[in-house]
């Protein structure tokens, strides 16, 4: 195979043994920790009692994935030097702005398992199936998407096929997972990060050295237009870091495997954990950006003119033997950390929204070991359903971006729910659904470019830039600082927004889901009766596999038995009577 | 931007990850050794 107008850069043999190391490593981290009994609550949040090491690398491993490696060298090689910092920097920011709304969601939800659980504890079904499916369906994107990435540098890099390799990441990711499912999923993290991060530190270098370094920027700069040499490129803003601002708190709402890791560190760790993280994510995903500027400036031209092949492109190119095989590790390991969190993710909701909170809504007990083979099932379930769409080679980054700007018309009444007593079930379901009904016509450009219906579009986008920055604000100063930010926000944008921005309609659609959702939600909840007590949902939330819980369930299963004797008794005493009447 | 501050620009960001990295694990060791002192399970 000569895809590279080289011949492979790994051998079949030099790829095999990387992977046994990478998943035999990661299966015997995970067999180290296996418990004959594991502990439903442990296999979903780990006893919400993780440490800072730990929980900083999970985190950090499980925001960067091969993806957004690939993105970002993307951005470098299209918008040149602010490239990288346009599409690294806002994902960065998904993950600080989210924590000071999780320490908030700990708050009044100590013992929770997801997002979803405590949404239902706080309002009911409907709302609690919102922010579920959305979890699911970003998961299941995500999962296939590592898939792919895999399948793609596999079959890039070395003899075997594109199937091949998406069916060994799947296997290898599913086999260290299953049995412990969140504990293995963070602990081989910090193996994962070890390996990524340390690669970063080394390829970078790397690469610069090898395409030239300081020279290349004299030699190389005709190769880009004034825009990718500034540094406050208007053309990297609009069209990589404005629909990223937007999509900051949207992404992190949105996504289950934040929402775990915010129950699972111990809560006076929330904050260090994160800050380490928005650090550690965006260095390493600015750094790895840099290829892209390297390569522009190098004068590469992708490989069949698509920009995701540059990365192992350059790699298998420019690198010796040994740092391309460092290089595949740091892919592998990036998108087998996100991938084993997404399987986490849809277990934890199976367990609990699904099995859990039905049983408990029911006046039942849920049981520990039907919670943990459901977890299980559902993580083989996820991985076959990831493998099927992964064959079907759909784009499925497209996807996530519309998911993602979808998922703006969760975020007000999301956090609005965890701070005011007033929200309801039908203002958190109504606002939803109206903002989505606005959003899909925004976003697929069948709003009329003439006559009102434009600006009305662009007055909500106005007021959904006040709303993304002000809900920015609030989370760290509170409500009267994040009204004057969020209103300056929108009066100095106005003048840019009307009469430009319907020509952005992913940006425009992102802003309108946030405006309209805000507008009602606040709309419908202001005038309210609800006093929504706080401390309810602390006790709708609580631990499923505890010794209370293993007490109760032996009481009901020797009433139960004592009932099925009695029951037997009955049916014997009546088939006896039976006899009798027959004789 | 000049050549010398580009490629400040572009090799600042592997020292940021070697910082963020040590940090990560100064904290897991500590937190291992705590455990091992403990006797219990780091997870």
């Known amino acids: 195979m000569d895809l590279l107008g080289i011949s492979t850069a790994l051998s079949a043999t030099a790829v095999v043994l990387l992977l046994l190391v990478f998943y035999g490593g990661t299966v015997y981290m995970s067999m180290r920790i ?18 800072f090491g730990i929980s900083a690398a999970s985190m950090t491993a499980t925001w960067i994935w091969a993806s957004s490696m690939y993105a970002s060298v993307n951005s470098g090689y299209l918008y040149g030097v602010s490239g990288p910092i346009h599409y690294g920097l806002w994902g960065a920011l998904m993950i600080l702005f989210i924590y000071p709304f999780g320490k908030r969601i700990r708050e009044v939800a100590p013992q929770a398992h997801t997002l979803a659980e405590v949404m239902f504890a706080r309002h009911g079904r409907s709302s609690q199936l919102m922010l579920a499916g959305s979890n699911i369906l970003g998961s299941v994107i995500s999962l296939t998407s590592n898939f792919i990435a895999g399948g793609a540098l596999i079959a890039m890099l070395s003899p075997f096929s594109f199937i091949q390799g998406v069916i060994v990441i799947a296997a290898g990711v599913l086999l260290y997972t299953l049995w412990s499912g969140f504990r293995a999923s963070v602990l081989t993290d910090f193996a994962q990060v070890l390996a990524m991060l340390g690669a970063v530190v080394i390829i970078v270098p790397a690469m610069f050295f090898f395409l030239g370094g300081t020279d290349l920027f004299v030699s190389g700069a005709q190769n880009l237009t004034p825009q990718q040499q500034s540094f406050f490129s208007s053309d990297a803003f609009l069209n990589q870091g404005a629909p990223y601002i937007a999509a900051v708190l949207a992404y992190a709402i949105g996504n289950q495997t934040i929402a775990q890791r915010l129950f699972a560190v111990r809560e006076d760790l929330i904050k260090p954990t994160f800050i380490t993280a928005t650090i550690g994510y965006g260095a390493t995903i600015i750094g790895i950006g840099m290829v892209g500027v390297l390569a522009l400036y190098a004068g590469i031209a992708p490989m069949d003119g698509d920009p995701n092949n540059l990365l192992p492109q350059v790699a298998a190119e420019y690198l010796p033997g040994l740092l391309v095989a460092v290089f595949f590790i740091m892919i592998i390991g990036s998108l087998s950390s996100t991938a084993d969190s997404d399987l986490a993710a849809m ?6 929204d699904v099995y859990g909170q039905s049983m408990r809504s029911r006046g039942l007990i849920p049981n520990p070991r039907t919670m943990l083979t459901i977890g299980r099932v559902t993580m083989i379930v996820a991985t076959v359903a990831a493998l099927g769409f992964a064959n079907a080679k759909f784009n499925i980054l497209d996807l996530l971006v519309f998911v993602g700007a979808l998922w703006g018309a969760l975020v007000f009444p999301v956090i609005a729910s965890f701070y005011w007593k007033k929200v309801t079930n039908s203002a958190f379901t109504v606002s939803v659904l109206v903002a989505l009904a606005v959003f899909l016509p925004t976003r697929f450009g069948l709003i009329p470019d003439t006559g009102v219906a434009p600006w009305i579009i662009e007055a909500l986008a106005v007021v959904g830039v006040g709303v993304v920055l002000g809900l920015m ?14 209103g300056i926000a929108a009066v100095v944008s106005a003048p840019f927004v009307f009469d430009f921005l319907r020509d952005y309609d992913t940006l425009t659609a992102s802003l309108v889901a946030y405006a309209v959702s805000t507008i009602v939600c606040y709309a419908m909840s202001v005038r309210s009766s609800m006093e929504f007590d706080f401390a309810k949902i602390a006790r709708r939330t609580a631990d499923y596999d505890t010794e209370e819980v293993a007490e109760a369930l032996e009481e009901e299963s020797e009433e139960h038995s004592e009932s099925v004797s009695a029951g037997r008794d009955a049916r014997r005493s009546s088939d006896d009577d039976d006899d009798k009447i027959n004789v | 931007m000049s050549p010398i501050l580009l490629t400040i620009y572009v090799l600042i960001w592997p020292v940021i990850v070697a910082g963020t990295l040590a940090v990560i694990v100064r904290g897991f060791v500590k937190e291992a050794l705590e455990a091992k002192e403990e006797g219990v399970p780091i997870i």
Request: charged share 20%; net charge positive; aromatic share 10%.
């Open chain 1, 473 to 486: 604000v609030f989370g760290f100063f509170g409500t009267r600082a994040a009204l004057i930010i969020g």
């Open chain 1, 34 to 51: 296996a418990r004959k009994e594991e502990n439903a609550d442990s296999y979903m949040t780990a006893g919400h009692k993780i440490g």
């Open chain 1, 347 to 352: 277990s934890s909701i199976a367990m609990t």
